[in-house]
Each structure stands twice: as C-alpha cells, then as structure tokens.
C-alpha cells in the first residue's frame, strides 16, 4: 500500500541551527512533492515544490532535496527562528493522467528554541 | 495579496442535520479543492473540481457529500445528513494550475 512517513516525533532545535525534516514514502512515482507549513488551527501554507527531475530547490533559508531512487525528501531550514515553529507537512501527487490528487503526511511538528 | 476564505469559521449542528460551508477562492483560479482533517490526523483530500465539474474525489467523498459552485466566485460543500465523524477541519483551496495550492483558514464542524 502507498505510505508517507514523516517523522511523528517533534524536532526540538536551537535557534540558528538547522532543521532538517524527512519524508520517505513508499508505492509512489510522484511527478512533483510539496512542503507546506501548518501553524495550529489554520490551513497549510505552500512554502516550496520539486518536481521528480530536480535534485534541490531553495528558497530563502529553505532547501528541498528530492531523491527518487531512496524515494526520500529532505526539507532545511537553516538559520531557523522560533517563528519557524509550526507543523511541517510534505504532499504528493499520487494522481495518474492530468488530474491532481495530492496525499499528505501527517506531519513533523519544529519547535525552535530561543 | 489574494486569499481564499471560508465561512462560517466554526459550525456546529446535530447529527442528520445538513451543513453548507462555504469558499470564496482566488479570483483567477481555475482548480477548487476541499479537504478535511480530523483533529490530530492528516489533511485528507475529498474532492477537485474544474470546469464546473467534479475532476477527482476520494473515497471519503459519497453520496452524502456533494459540490457546487453556484456563482462566478463562491465554492460550496455540503454535507446532506451529518454524522458524528464528520467533526473536523474542512478545509478549500484553490490554484491556478494543478500543482500549486493556496488554502483557506478552514471551517471547523463539529456535530453534535
């Protein structure tokens, strides 16, 4: 069956440190992968998307890497901030033909410590 | 900069009751998504809609669920009979092409 795994456990950081959060799924050819970001009791907010053939993608202190063959995305925050602190949640097409079903993992939570 | 919104931000009502949320995407978009999550699980598709049609939808998404997007610019969900486990975060969104979404603050349903 289709799997993504983020991991459950929260990641505690100090600030200025890098945060670096997993996703590994299993039973997917995604065309693209997504992360977002969730604070609580709010809608998840699109912070940056790789498509299958690209290796890495940045976007201001985030870094995304998309490794196909272990079938694994890395997501960075470096510098990280206690406003960083949120739920990070990465998504992937699981869809076939044009249309676009997106499945999310449930989540790894950063808290950033000042 | 544009957003999505949703009303109400919180429903309640009893169970068969019907509930109507609703969604105002971003103007020039193309593509409307609902979504739930149930309190401490996962954001879970429903349901795609393009072209005044229903593109995708999930197993969540049966007979009791349904679709519209009655005018130029709301996107609405219903849900004819409610039941308890319909309690969650619903959630719309939008975008312009199928990969990047932007979504609402959500409205929380709780059933009673």
């Known amino acids: 069956s289709q799997k993504i795994e983020q991991n459950s456990e929260a990641l505690n950081i100090q600030e200025g440190k890098t945060a670096t959060l997993t996703c590994n799924y299993t039973n997917y050819s995604p065309a693209y992968l997504q992360w977002y970001r969730q604070d609580p009791g709010r809608g998840p907010v699109f912070l940056l998307l790789i498509r299958e053939n690209e290796k890495e993608k940045r976007k201001e202190r985030l870094k995304v890497t998309f490794d196909t063959t272990l079938k694994q995305s890395l997501f960075h925050i470096t510098a990280s901030q206690p406003a960083d602190s949120a739920t990070y949640l990465c998504?992937?097409?699981?869809?076939?033909?044009?249309?676009?079903?997106?499945?999310f993992g449930r989540g790894t939570s950063l808290i950033v410590h000042p | 900069e544009p957003e999505v919104t949703q009303t109400p931000s919180h429903q309640v009502t009893q169970m068969g009751q019907e509930v109507i949320l609703r969604c105002v995407p971003i103007?020039?978009?193309?593509?409307f998504y609902w979504y739930r999550q149930i309190l401490g699980q996962k954001v879970e598709f429903l349901v795609s809609?393009?072209?005044?049609?229903?593109?995708?939808k999930s197993e969540i998404f049966d007979d009791q669920f349904s679709v519209e997007r009655p005018d130029g610019s709301n996107f609405t969900l219903k849900i004819r009979s409610t039941k308890l486990e319909d309690s969650a975060m619903y959630f719309c969104?939008?975008?312009?092409?199928?990969?990047?979404?932007?979504f609402g603050p959500g409205t929380r349903l709780t059933v009673l």
């Open positions: 103007s020039n978009h193309l593509y």
């Open positions: 809609f393009y072209n005044n049609e229903i593109s995708e």
């Open positions: 998504a992937l097409d699981s869809s076939s033909g044009g249309s676009y079903i997106p499945t």
């Open positions: 969104a939008s975008s312009a092409s199928t990969d990047t979404q932007y």
